[in-house]
Each structure stands twice: as C-alpha cells, then as structure tokens.
C-alpha cells in the first residue's frame, strides 16, 4: 500500500478511537466502512493490529485493549494527545494536511501561513541532536552588522507563532541560549560529541514561559487578566498559557489566573489584544502594560504634532 493511503488509514484510526473514548473493533469497522478508504470492506484485525504496532512505532501513540466488559479499544496515553507534545502536534498537521489534500479543487481558496525558517538547517540540527553532537552555525541578529560564528549543544528545538527556535547551551559556561532558526545563516554538525544533562527537562525548562523567552532573572508571578466580550470565550477555547484557570465570570467578563514569568513576549500578547484585556494583579504587571500603551500614545501624539 502506497505510503500516503497508509498514513491516512492511521490518522484516521487514533482519531476514531480517541474521540471515542472506548469503542470495540466491530464499531470501529462499523465507521470504517463509512470512508472511501475502505473500499466498501471491513478493516481485517490482522490490519488492525498492524496499523496499532505501526503508530506506536511512529507516533508513540499507545492503542491498548480492555478485555473486560467486550474488548474495548483506548488511547493509553491519550494526554499526548491533550498537551504541548511532538504527537499532539505531528497528529494534528498530518491529519490537517490530510484534509486539504483531497480539496486539490478548491487549494486555491485555502490560504496557510509560511513558516520563515530553512527546513534543512532544521533537519541538521535535529541529526546533530539525536547524535548528541555539537553543532557550528553563523548567526546574524536584527539590526547587527556583524555575523558571530557560535559553537553549542544543541538541546531541543521549538516552535512558537510560526517560527522555530533553537535552544542549546555552550560547552564552556553550560548557559542556555535561543537562537531563531531565520536568523541563522548556515549550520554544521561538528565530531564532537557532549553529555546532555541527565536532569533536563524539556517541557520543565519552558513550564513557566509564555513562548520563547526565558529569562533567569524574572520571578514566576500569579497573574490574573479580565477577558472582555468576545476575547473570554478565545482564551476559554484556545488558552493563553497551561496553567490557565478560570476563577471569575461577570456578564461581561471573565476573570483568568495564570503561573508564569512576565517576560516581553508576554507583554507583547497582552498589547496585542487592546482594549479586551486588562491586567488585575499584579499591580506591577499592570503598571507595565499602562506605561507600554502611554509610551504608544506619545509616539503617535509626537507624529501628528511633527
């Protein structure tokens, strides 16, 4: 079978069973036989258990059996498939691609964003990763002249509002640095190889982070922000932050508490949404945003006195 089908035969699989819950072989074909996949026949078990073995090989998506009460079928760690995970994230673009590659007659009307990064300088570092090599790039910052040769152990890459980063650490002084793959001019894979740190912790090392910055010197504070109208109901739908919480609803407001490091980017989101968004506590986090939009007004008030 031709890799593409397969690919979609698996898909479609964990999100049938995930959606479920809990479902039986005979319901899943009772599903099956409802796609054009199936070619109007059933999904053989030898099939079945061969598509289970293939997606946990692939994805790390673990399809386990409850014999008790009928031979029911379940995602066994289902919370990959909830939080910020490498499955999450490959099952969601793989069944999204899926999608739009049977619309070939409408791509036209289907506009996606570009992610402005080198796909092979990527692949590279991730080769460099696996091996647990160090890894030379050129790297130019916004607004510098000069381009700085870097040396570093490569430690886990991230991707955050269309752009990837790269997180690593120099061999010498083992401080952590984030570099964006955009601005990095050409990467190599060195033959010396590096111990990574036993006790690190990828999804520890950005758990207080809003996005990318992380910054050693900023305490992780109890934010609260009030949601106006129709901004509520996207953080309800689409959270700022995991640890985001619900504490507060008004009739025309909802109140949401977060655990997280105030950093720029951070600021940043909360200017982003105006007026549909005000900081409750802490008052400094608050004093912050209302000295960022006065500074905004100065540079438009200045322009039209010019």
């Given at each position: 079978?031709?890799?593409?089908?397969?690919?979609?035969?698996?898909?479609?699989?964990?999100?049938?069973?995930?959606?479920?819950?809990?479902?039986?072989?005979?319901?899943?074909?009772?599903?099956?036989?409802?796609?054009?996949?199936?070619?109007?026949?059933?999904?053989?078990?030898?099939?079945?258990?061969?598509?289970?073995?293939?997606?946990?090989?692939?994805?790390?998506?673990?399809?386990?059996?409850?014999?008790?009460?009928?031979?029911?079928?379940?995602?066994?760690?289902?919370?990959?498939?909830?939080?910020?995970?490498?499955?999450?994230?490959?099952?969601?673009?793989?069944?999204?691609?899926?999608?739009?590659s049977e619309c070939r007659s409408i791509h036209d009307r289907i506009i996606l964003?570009?992610?402005?990064?080198?796909?092979?300088?990527?692949?590279r570092v991730i080769e460099a990763m696996k091996e647990n090599v160090l890894i030379?790039?050129?790297?130019?910052?916004?607004?510098?002249?000069?381009?700085?040769?870097?040396?570093?152990?490569?430690?886990?890459?991230?991707?955050?509002?269309?752009?990837?980063?790269?997180?690593?650490?120099?061999?010498?002084?083992?401080?952590?640095?984030?570099?964006?793959?955009?601005?990095?001019?050409?990467?190599?894979?060195?033959?010396?190889?590096?111990?990574?740190?036993?006790?690190?912790?990828?999804?520890?090392?950005?758990?207080?982070?809003?996005?990318?910055?992380?910054?050693?010197?900023?305490?992780?504070?109890?934010?609260?922000?009030?949601?106006?109208?129709?901004?509520?109901?996207?953080?309800?739908?689409?959270?700022?932050?995991?640890?985001?919480?619900?504490?507060?609803?008004?009739?025309?407001?909802?109140?949401?508490?977060?655990?997280?490091?105030?950093?720029?980017?951070?600021?940043?989101?909360?200017?982003?949404?105006?007026?549909?968004?005000?900081?409750?506590?802490?008052?400094?986090?608050?004093?912050?945003?209302?000295?960022?939009?006065?500074?905004?007004?100065?540079?438009?008030?200045?322009?039209?006195?010019?």
């Amino acid at each position: 079978m031709k890799s593409p089908i397969i690919f979609k035969e698996y898909i479609w699989l964990v999100n049938t069973i995930y959606k479920a819950k809990k479902i039986t072989l005979e319901e899943i074909n009772q599903q099956w036989m409802k796609t054009e996949m199936s070619g109007g026949l059933p999904l053989p078990r030898s099939s079945f258990n061969r598509h289970k073995d293939a997606i946990e090989d692939m994805f790390g998506i673990y399809i386990e059996c409850e014999r008790v009460g009928g031979y029911k079928y379940y995602i066994g760690n289902a919370k990959v498939l909830e939080e910020d995970t490498i499955q999450n994230w490959m099952l969601s673009t793989l069944s999204v691609n899926n999608i739009i590659s049977e619309c070939r007659s409408i791509h036209d009307r289907i506009i996606l964003e570009p992610i402005p990064s080198d796909g092979e300088y990527l692949q590279r570092v991730i080769e460099a990763m696996k091996e647990n090599v160090l890894i030379c790039f050129t790297y130019q910052k916004y607004g510098a002249d000069t381009i700085k040769e870097i040396v570093v152990e490569p430690y886990l890459v991230k991707l955050f509002h269309r752009r990837w980063y790269l997180i690593c650490r120099y061999p010498e002084t083992k401080e952590f640095r984030t570099f964006s793959f955009d601005r990095i001019l050409n990467v190599e894979s060195t033959s010396i190889r590096f111990k990574m740190d036993e006790l690190f912790d990828a999804n520890e090392f950005f758990n207080n982070c809003f996005g990318i910055v992380k910054d050693e010197h900023t305490q992780t504070e109890h934010i609260v922000v009030r949601a106006y109208q129709n901004e509520r109901y996207y953080l309800r739908d689409l959270p700022m932050h995991q640890s985001q919480k619900l504490v507060n609803k008004g009739e025309d407001y909802t109140d949401y508490e977060y655990h997280l490091c105030p950093t720029l980017d951070f600021f940043g989101y909360l200017l982003s949404r105006g007026s549909y968004i005000k900081v409750l506590e802490p008052q400094w986090v608050a004093d912050k945003i209302k000295n960022m939009y006065l500074e905004a007004l100065k540079r438009y008030e200045s322009e039209e006195n010019s």
